[in-house]
Nanobody, 125 residues
């Protein structure tokens, strides 16, 4: 029903910036909350950021707040994650996800029905 295609990952120096993109297929994109999650080797998948369908509400993990910005362009069926002042600890595979849920569940990966393939972000020190 919803297909997600990610791009923008790569290798950057600590302190650098990167912008991830997630292009979605479907005609009801604006009805889905869109989240970003990440998973480092040997670690659990963790919440990074989420944006409501309208784009009015955004929430961030404490570890990235003030450095990352999530946004969406519903006319382009695309969600973005702008990552600034990157740290080596940000190194992970980043996943885009879509779901319909109450705001109280925005932080939970199990609440999302659709997932992208993931894109690798590596931050060197």
């Amino acid at each position: 029903q919803v297909q997600l295609a990610e791009s923008g990952g790569g290798l950057v120096q600590a302190g650098g910036s990167l912008r991830l993109s997630c292009a979605a297929s479907g005609r009801t994109f604006s009805t889905y909350a869109m989240g970003w999650f990440r998973q480092a080797p040997g670690k659990e998948r963790e919440f990074v950021a989420v944006i409501s369908g309208s784009g009015v509400y955004t929430y961030y993990a404490d570890s990235v707040k003030g450095r990352f910005t999530i946004s969406r362009d519903n006319a382009k069926n695309t969600v973005y994650l702008q990552m600034n002042n990157l740290h080596p600890e940000d190194t992970a595979v980043y996943y885009c996800a879509a779901g319909k849920m109450y705001p109280s569940s925005w932080y939970s990966s199990s609440a999302y029905n659709y997932w992208g393939q993931g894109t690798q972000v590596t931050v060197s020190s």
